[in-house]
């Protein structure tokens, strides 16, 4: 009996281990240098790496693997400097690299602690390279970039991926289910076997 239930257990593991949530890259933000030497020009640069290459599209599988052209809609940059946080509108942006707009370029000298890319996806049924579907949990996206060493970015250096997470079940939901089902399987044979044990 024991043998069965660790094999139950193990089984449930593997299950939950293969079932979680998942999320794939779409995108990505960036601080870079765009005009170098002193004074310098630094700028955030947010490219949207979706749609099939072979019709025009940016997605660079397998890491960024939706073949959908997806456009991030009513997208916004919140900056976090040393006299607070601003809100830069972007509007909608296509598949593709953002061409740095002038309100996100800044003097080599400004400080960011924080930067924080928010849009919504026009649609949340994507179909990837490999032609399996992925359906997104919500069409609200967010990207948070932090300094990497320090109190402000580093250009060239700091960057966060914009992602999208799957409508799956959640892993804790699946594994409380298992967990569930072996105790009830545990108790189970622990009766049968006081049965046994006593006839």
């Known amino acids: 009996m024991l043998t069965s239930t660790r094999t139950l257990f193990v089984t449930m593991l593997a299950f939950c281990g293969i079932s979680q949530a998942s999320t794939i890259d779409i995108g990505l ?12 020009v630094n700028a955030f640069n947010i490219s949207n790496f979706t749609g099939d290459p072979g019709t025009g599209g940016f997605a660079l599988p397998p890491d960024f693997p939706v073949f959908t052209s997806l456009s991030f809609l009513f997208s916004t940059l919140t900056l976090v400097d040393t006299t ?18 002038s309100s996100v370029h800044f003097p080599d000298t400004a400080l960011f602690s924080k930067a924080t890319f928010s849009a919504t996806l026009d649609q949340t049924s ?22 990497s060493s320090g109190n402000s970015f580093v250009a060239g250096t700091d960057f966060a991926v914009i992602t999208v997470s799957s409508s799956e079940p959640r892993t804790f939901t699946l594994v409380s289910a298992g967990l569930g089902a072996l105790l009830i399987w545990a108790l189970w044979g622990r009766r049968f076997s006081q049965e046994d044990q006593g006839s």
């Open 29 to 40: 933000i960036s601080f870079d240098v765009l005009i170098p030497g002193t004074p310098g």
């Open 84 to 101: 607070g946080a601003h809100v830069i509108p972007l509007g909608d942006i296509g598949s593709g690299p953002l061409i740095p707009p």
């Open 126 to 147: 994507l179909t990837l390279f490999d032609g399996s579907t992925f359906a997104a949990a919500s069409s609200a996206i967010e990207a948070v970039i932090l300094p």
